[in-house]
Protein backbone atom coordinates (compact mmCIF):
# COMPACT_ATOMS: atom_id res chain seq x y z
CA UNK A 1 0.00 0.00 0.00
CA UNK A 2 1.63 3.35 -1.18
CA UNK A 3 -0.89 5.94 0.47
CA UNK A 4 1.40 8.86 1.44
CA UNK A 5 0.99 9.91 4.49
CA UNK A 6 1.62 13.58 4.27
CA UNK A 7 -2.08 13.94 3.18
CA UNK A 8 -3.36 13.09 6.37
CA UNK A 9 -3.84 15.68 9.32
CA UNK A 10 -2.99 14.55 12.53
CA UNK A 11 -4.87 15.97 15.62
CA UNK A 12 -3.25 16.44 18.88
CA UNK A 13 -5.25 16.00 21.86
CA UNK A 14 -6.21 19.36 23.56
CA UNK A 15 -8.59 17.92 26.52
CA UNK A 16 -11.26 19.23 24.94
CA UNK A 17 -13.45 17.44 22.77
CA UNK A 18 -14.18 18.38 18.91
CA UNK A 19 -17.33 19.26 18.16
CA UNK A 20 -17.89 18.14 14.23
CA UNK A 21 -21.41 18.08 11.95
CA UNK A 22 -20.66 14.68 10.26
CA UNK A 23 -17.86 12.62 11.97
CA UNK A 24 -17.07 10.06 8.96
CA UNK A 25 -15.78 6.57 10.47
CA UNK A 26 -13.56 4.60 7.55
CA UNK A 27 -11.55 6.00 4.85
CA UNK A 28 -12.37 3.28 1.96
CA UNK A 29 -13.98 4.41 -0.87
CA UNK A 30 -17.48 4.18 0.85
CA UNK A 31 -15.76 6.59 3.64
CA UNK A 32 -14.52 8.80 1.28
CA UNK A 33 -17.34 9.01 -1.08
CA UNK A 34 -19.69 10.20 1.65
CA UNK A 35 -17.09 12.70 2.84
CA UNK A 36 -17.00 14.27 -0.86
CA UNK A 37 -20.58 14.31 -0.48
CA UNK A 38 -20.99 15.74 2.53
CA UNK A 39 -18.01 18.32 1.88
CA UNK A 40 -19.76 19.31 -1.65
CA UNK A 41 -22.66 19.88 1.09
CA UNK A 42 -20.29 22.51 2.92
CA UNK A 43 -20.98 20.07 6.23
CA UNK A 44 -16.91 19.79 7.00
CA UNK A 45 -16.89 16.05 7.69
CA UNK A 46 -13.96 15.07 9.67
CA UNK A 47 -12.83 11.70 8.47
CA UNK A 48 -11.15 9.22 11.05
CA UNK A 49 -8.95 6.64 8.32
CA UNK A 50 -8.44 3.61 10.92
CA UNK A 51 -5.44 1.76 10.69
CA UNK A 52 -6.61 0.68 7.14
CA UNK A 53 -6.01 3.52 5.00
CA UNK A 54 -7.90 3.21 1.93
CA UNK A 55 -9.85 -0.19 3.77
CA UNK A 56 -10.03 -3.26 1.32
CA UNK A 57 -9.65 -2.04 -1.60
CA UNK A 58 -5.97 -0.48 -1.07
CA UNK A 59 -5.09 -4.46 -1.09
CA UNK A 60 -5.79 -4.40 -4.57
CA UNK A 61 -3.20 -4.01 -7.06
CA UNK A 62 -5.49 -2.77 -9.90
CA UNK A 63 -8.86 -2.46 -10.19
CA UNK A 64 -10.53 -2.50 -14.11
CA UNK A 65 -13.87 -2.65 -13.05
CA UNK A 66 -14.01 0.86 -11.33
CA UNK A 67 -15.95 3.35 -14.11
CA UNK A 68 -13.90 5.74 -15.58
CA UNK A 69 -10.62 4.18 -15.62
CA UNK A 70 -10.12 1.69 -18.62
CA UNK A 71 -6.56 0.96 -17.74
CA UNK A 72 -7.59 0.18 -14.37
CA UNK A 73 -6.28 2.01 -11.33
CA UNK A 74 -4.62 1.09 -8.48
CA UNK A 75 -6.21 0.60 -5.30
CA UNK A 76 -4.71 2.78 -3.16
CA UNK A 77 -4.32 5.25 -6.12
CA UNK A 78 -8.09 5.72 -6.14
CA UNK A 79 -8.10 6.07 -2.20
CA UNK A 80 -5.92 9.00 -2.49
CA UNK A 81 -7.68 10.44 -5.50
CA UNK A 82 -10.65 10.58 -3.73
CA UNK A 83 -9.42 11.34 -0.61
CA UNK A 84 -7.58 14.68 -3.08
CA UNK A 85 -11.03 15.45 -3.84
CA UNK A 86 -13.35 15.08 -0.89
CA UNK A 87 -10.28 17.48 0.60
CA UNK A 88 -10.41 20.19 -2.24
CA UNK A 89 -14.50 20.78 -0.75
CA UNK A 90 -13.31 21.00 2.80
CA UNK A 91 -13.18 17.14 4.16
CA UNK A 92 -10.73 17.26 6.75
CA UNK A 93 -8.97 13.91 6.85
CA UNK A 94 -7.35 12.75 10.04
CA UNK A 95 -4.71 9.37 10.59
CA UNK A 96 -6.73 8.50 13.48
CA UNK A 97 -8.67 5.80 14.89
CA UNK A 98 -11.40 5.27 16.73
CA UNK A 99 -11.17 3.00 19.75
CA UNK A 100 -14.98 3.37 21.53
CA UNK A 101 -17.99 5.17 20.41
CA UNK A 102 -20.98 6.04 23.07
CA UNK A 103 -24.42 6.24 21.00
CA UNK A 104 -26.77 6.83 24.04
CA UNK A 105 -27.43 10.50 23.01
CA UNK A 106 -27.01 13.08 20.59
CA UNK A 107 -23.88 14.35 19.90
CA UNK A 108 -22.39 11.01 20.09
CA UNK A 109 -19.52 10.90 21.58
CA UNK A 110 -16.26 8.96 19.74
CA UNK A 111 -12.95 8.69 21.60
CA UNK A 112 -9.80 8.01 19.52
CA UNK A 113 -6.13 7.46 19.68
CA UNK A 114 -5.67 11.03 19.48
CA UNK A 115 -8.29 12.53 21.75
CA UNK A 116 -12.44 13.00 21.53
CA UNK A 117 -14.84 14.15 18.83
CA UNK A 118 -18.81 15.07 19.38
CA UNK A 119 -20.72 14.48 16.41
CA UNK A 120 -24.13 15.25 15.37
CA UNK A 121 -24.34 12.49 13.35
CA UNK A 122 -22.16 9.62 12.13
CA UNK A 123 -21.18 7.65 8.61
CA UNK A 124 -20.04 4.32 9.97
CA UNK A 125 -18.02 2.56 7.08
CA UNK A 126 -15.49 0.21 8.49
CA UNK A 127 -16.09 -1.94 6.50
CA UNK A 128 -15.69 -5.74 6.78
CA UNK A 129 -12.22 -8.00 6.54
CA UNK A 130 -12.27 -11.35 5.08
CA UNK A 131 -11.20 -14.47 7.08
CA UNK A 132 -7.42 -15.22 6.59
CA UNK A 133 -5.56 -18.62 7.00
CA UNK A 134 -2.80 -17.38 9.36
CA UNK A 135 -0.94 -19.30 7.68
CA UNK A 136 3.04 -18.38 6.63
CA UNK A 137 3.14 -16.41 3.47
CA UNK A 138 -0.24 -15.35 3.29
CA UNK A 139 0.09 -11.85 4.04
CA UNK A 140 3.45 -11.21 2.43
CA UNK A 141 1.87 -12.92 -0.81
CA UNK A 142 -1.23 -10.63 -0.60
CA UNK A 143 -1.40 -8.80 -3.56
CA UNK A 144 1.28 -11.08 -5.56
CA UNK A 145 -0.88 -14.21 -6.18
CA UNK A 146 -3.23 -14.49 -2.79
CA UNK A 147 -6.42 -12.79 -3.17
CA UNK A 148 -9.75 -12.26 -1.61
CA UNK A 149 -11.71 -11.25 -4.30
CA UNK A 150 -11.93 -12.89 -7.63
CA UNK A 151 -13.85 -10.36 -9.44
CA UNK A 152 -11.22 -7.53 -8.66
CA UNK A 153 -8.24 -9.90 -9.72
CA UNK A 154 -9.43 -12.85 -11.46
CA UNK A 155 -8.20 -11.51 -14.75
CA UNK A 156 -4.84 -11.13 -13.88
CA UNK A 157 -4.91 -14.92 -13.80
CA UNK A 158 -5.52 -15.68 -17.55
CA UNK A 159 -4.10 -19.44 -18.80
CA UNK A 160 -3.27 -19.75 -14.74
CA UNK A 161 -3.63 -22.15 -12.26
CA UNK A 162 -5.24 -21.13 -9.40
CA UNK A 163 -6.44 -22.60 -6.21
CA UNK A 164 -9.47 -21.56 -4.28
CA UNK A 165 -9.97 -22.33 -0.94
CA UNK A 166 -13.40 -22.84 0.72
CA UNK A 167 -16.50 -25.00 0.67
CA UNK A 168 -19.71 -22.71 0.59
CA UNK A 169 -21.52 -20.39 -1.67
CA UNK A 170 -19.16 -17.50 -2.19
CA UNK A 171 -15.94 -19.93 -2.88
CA UNK A 172 -17.98 -21.77 -5.49
CA UNK A 173 -19.42 -18.39 -7.33
CA UNK A 174 -16.13 -17.44 -7.49
CA UNK A 175 -14.43 -20.22 -8.38
CA UNK A 176 -16.60 -20.39 -11.19
CA UNK A 177 -16.04 -16.59 -12.20
CA UNK A 178 -12.42 -17.61 -11.96
CA UNK A 179 -12.99 -20.63 -14.75
CA UNK A 180 -13.28 -17.39 -17.26
CA UNK A 181 -9.59 -16.44 -16.81
CA UNK A 182 -7.53 -19.35 -15.53
CA UNK A 183 -6.84 -22.78 -17.28
CA UNK A 184 -7.18 -24.35 -14.17
CA UNK A 185 -9.45 -23.67 -10.52
CA UNK A 186 -8.55 -26.28 -8.24
CA UNK A 187 -11.21 -26.29 -5.20
CA UNK A 188 -9.33 -26.74 -1.59
CA UNK A 189 -11.41 -27.81 0.89
CA UNK A 190 -10.77 -29.52 4.30
CA UNK A 191 -13.83 -31.63 4.21
CA UNK A 192 -15.01 -34.04 1.78
CA UNK A 193 -18.44 -32.62 1.19
CA UNK A 194 -19.35 -28.97 0.11
CA UNK A 195 -21.47 -26.84 1.70
CA UNK A 196 -22.87 -24.66 -0.82
CA UNK A 197 -26.27 -24.48 -2.63
CA UNK A 198 -26.81 -27.71 -4.68
CA UNK A 199 -27.07 -25.35 -7.95
CA UNK A 200 -24.10 -24.10 -7.66
CA UNK A 201 -22.25 -27.56 -6.24
CA UNK A 202 -23.82 -29.07 -9.77
CA UNK A 203 -22.43 -26.15 -11.63
CA UNK A 204 -18.96 -26.52 -10.38
CA UNK A 205 -18.48 -30.29 -10.79
CA UNK A 206 -20.21 -30.05 -14.24
CA UNK A 207 -17.20 -27.82 -15.44
CA UNK A 208 -14.55 -28.96 -16.55
CA UNK A 209 -11.66 -26.30 -15.77
CA UNK A 210 -12.78 -27.24 -11.90
CA UNK A 211 -11.06 -30.03 -10.24
CA UNK A 212 -11.00 -30.61 -6.20
CA UNK A 213 -9.10 -31.49 -3.82
CA UNK A 214 -10.98 -32.67 -0.76
CA UNK A 215 -10.05 -33.22 3.06
CA UNK A 216 -7.06 -31.08 2.80
CA UNK A 217 -5.95 -27.13 3.99
CA UNK A 218 -3.42 -24.96 3.20
CA UNK A 219 -0.58 -24.54 5.26
CA UNK A 220 1.85 -22.71 3.66
CA UNK A 221 2.37 -20.02 0.66
CA UNK A 222 5.29 -20.31 -0.98
CA UNK A 223 7.16 -18.18 -3.71
CA UNK A 224 9.70 -15.12 -3.37
CA UNK A 225 7.85 -12.04 -5.08
CA UNK A 226 4.85 -14.27 -6.46
CA UNK A 227 2.54 -17.23 -5.73
CA UNK A 228 4.23 -20.42 -7.21
CA UNK A 229 3.43 -23.48 -4.85
CA UNK A 230 1.23 -24.17 -2.04
CA UNK A 231 2.42 -26.97 0.93
CA UNK A 232 -1.00 -29.02 1.60
CA UNK A 233 -2.13 -31.30 4.57
CA UNK A 234 -4.38 -34.01 4.44
CA UNK A 235 -6.80 -33.55 7.25
CA UNK A 236 -7.12 -37.36 7.56
CA UNK A 237 -4.04 -39.16 7.60
CA UNK A 238 -1.43 -35.86 7.90
CA UNK A 239 0.12 -36.98 4.67
CA UNK A 240 2.04 -33.25 3.60
CA UNK A 241 2.45 -32.65 -0.34
CA UNK A 242 3.84 -29.28 -2.56
CA UNK A 243 1.65 -28.74 -4.92
CA UNK A 244 2.23 -25.79 -8.14
CA UNK A 245 0.09 -23.20 -8.13
CA UNK A 246 0.13 -19.67 -9.78
CA UNK A 247 -2.58 -17.99 -7.50
CA UNK A 248 -5.00 -18.87 -4.11
CA UNK A 249 -8.01 -17.48 -3.34
CA UNK A 250 -9.28 -17.25 0.09
CA UNK A 251 -13.32 -17.34 0.55
CA UNK A 252 -13.93 -18.37 3.85
CA UNK A 253 -16.03 -15.87 5.28
CA UNK A 254 -16.18 -12.36 6.08
CA UNK A 255 -15.94 -10.10 9.38
CA UNK A 256 -17.07 -6.65 9.95
CA UNK A 257 -15.46 -4.35 11.64
CA UNK A 258 -18.46 -3.66 13.95
CA UNK A 259 -17.17 -4.38 17.25
CA UNK A 260 -17.28 -0.72 18.19
CA UNK A 261 -20.92 -0.71 17.65
CA UNK A 262 -22.14 -4.12 19.66
CA UNK A 263 -25.20 -3.38 22.35
CA UNK A 264 -25.41 0.15 20.59
CA UNK A 265 -26.49 -0.71 16.68
CA UNK A 266 -29.15 -3.37 15.38
CA UNK A 267 -27.13 -6.05 13.15
CA UNK A 268 -28.14 -9.14 11.75
CA UNK A 269 -26.84 -12.74 13.10
CA UNK A 270 -23.30 -12.70 11.23
CA UNK A 271 -22.44 -9.28 12.79
CA UNK A 272 -23.10 -6.37 9.83
CA UNK A 273 -25.28 -3.36 10.89
CA UNK A 274 -28.50 -3.10 9.78
CA UNK A 275 -29.80 -0.31 7.31
CA UNK A 276 -32.70 0.54 5.80
CA UNK A 277 -32.62 1.65 1.60
CA UNK A 278 -31.83 4.82 2.70
CA UNK A 279 -28.86 3.62 4.90
CA UNK A 280 -30.31 4.55 7.88
CA UNK A 281 -29.46 2.88 11.15
CA UNK A 282 -32.05 2.41 14.60
CA UNK A 283 -30.37 5.51 15.77
CA UNK A 284 -31.31 9.16 14.39
CA UNK A 285 -28.35 10.68 12.85
CA UNK A 286 -26.36 7.45 12.44
CA UNK A 287 -26.10 5.86 8.92
CA UNK A 288 -23.81 3.50 7.58
CA UNK A 289 -22.41 2.77 4.19
CA UNK A 290 -19.90 -0.25 2.20
CA UNK A 291 -19.05 -3.95 3.74
CA UNK A 292 -20.25 -3.20 7.27
CA UNK A 293 -23.95 -3.22 6.22
CA UNK A 294 -23.26 -5.26 2.85
CA UNK A 295 -22.59 -8.51 2.81
CA UNK A 296 -23.76 -9.56 -0.83
CA UNK A 297 -22.18 -7.25 -3.13
CA UNK A 298 -18.88 -6.22 -1.56
CA UNK A 299 -17.48 -4.23 -4.77
CA UNK A 300 -15.53 -0.98 -4.72
CA UNK A 301 -18.51 0.71 -6.69
CA UNK A 302 -21.30 -0.62 -4.49
CA UNK A 303 -19.78 0.41 -1.39
CA UNK A 304 -18.96 3.93 -3.18
CA UNK A 305 -22.95 4.60 -4.08
CA UNK A 306 -23.82 3.49 -0.46
CA UNK A 307 -21.27 6.44 0.75
CA UNK A 308 -22.61 8.79 -1.46
CA UNK A 309 -26.83 7.97 -0.16
CA UNK A 310 -25.22 8.32 3.02
CA UNK A 311 -23.88 11.37 2.88
CA UNK A 312 -27.31 12.90 0.66
CA UNK A 313 -29.43 11.14 3.85
CA UNK A 314 -27.43 12.62 6.40
CA UNK A 315 -27.78 16.32 4.71
CA UNK A 316 -30.95 15.98 4.50
CA UNK A 317 -31.26 15.11 8.34
CA UNK A 318 -29.66 18.26 9.37
CA UNK A 319 -31.18 20.81 7.29
CA UNK A 320 -34.47 19.24 8.55
CA UNK A 321 -33.04 19.85 12.18
CA UNK A 322 -32.15 23.10 11.03
CA UNK A 323 -35.53 24.22 10.28
CA UNK A 324 -37.18 23.02 12.87
CA UNK A 325 -34.97 24.41 15.35
Not at 117 to 137: C, V
Not at 214 to 230: A, C, E, I, M, Y
Not at 256 to 280: H, R
Request: with cysteine; hydrophobic share 40%; glycine share 10%.
Amino acid sequence: MSFNLTNFATTASTGEPKRTKVLVLGSGPAGLTAALYAARAELEPVVLTGSELGGQAALTFTIENYPGFPDGVGGSELGELIQKQAEKFGAVVEFDTANSVDLLQRPYRVTTDNGEYLADTLIIATGARPNHLEIPGESTLTGRGVSYCATCDGWFFKEKKVAVVGGGDSALEEALFLTRFASQVTIIHRRDSLRAGKVLQSRAFSNPKINFIWNSQVTDVLGDDKVTHLNLKNTLTGEKSTQEFDGLFIFIGHIPNTQLFKGQLEMDEMGYIKSNAFMETNLPGVYVAGEVTDSHFRQVVTSAGMGASAAIQVTQFLEKEAVEA
